[in-house]
């Protein structure tokens, strides 16, 4: 059973940065893809950003495109996303997520697995 632990979450003002990470616990073709999603308090759970395993393929979602960047450590377990630009709309739970599945990365049902979620606050 692979787990997922995410860092990096907190309170910036906007037009900042913050920069997330993901460690999964075991090196498998379980976290082939590995991913973020995030929900705000009574909203959907919405997809940020998915990197396979080489690093070389990244999707994002359209409201982060050009602000966030996704990447994976050479061990491959790990995962980061670098928020830039940051604004009062992308405050939620970030949850860090994993998936064998390349096939529509962007939707939430596809993972395996998931970290516990880290919450990211941007003050206006």
């Known amino acids: 059973q692979v787990q997922l632990l995410e860092s990096g979450g907190g309170l910036v003002q906007a037009g900042g940065s913050l920069r997330l990470s993901c460690s999964a616990s075991?090196?498998?073709?379980?976290?082939?893809?590995m991913g973020w999603f995030r929900q705000a308090p009574g909203m959907e759970r919405e997809f940020v950003a998915a990197v396979n395993w080489s690093g070389g393929s990244a999707d994002y979602g359209d409201s982060v495109k050009g602000r966030f960047t996704i990447s994976r450590d050479n061990a491959k377990t790990t995962v980061y996303l670098q928020m830039n630009a940051l604004k009062p709309q992308d405050s939620a739970v970030y949850y860090c997520a994993a998936t064998r599945n390349m096939l529509r990365v962007f939707a939430s049902e596809v993972y395996n697995y998931w970290g516990q979620g880290t919450q990211v606050t941007v003050s206006s």
């Open positions: 075991e090196r498998t073709p379980d976290i082939y893809i």
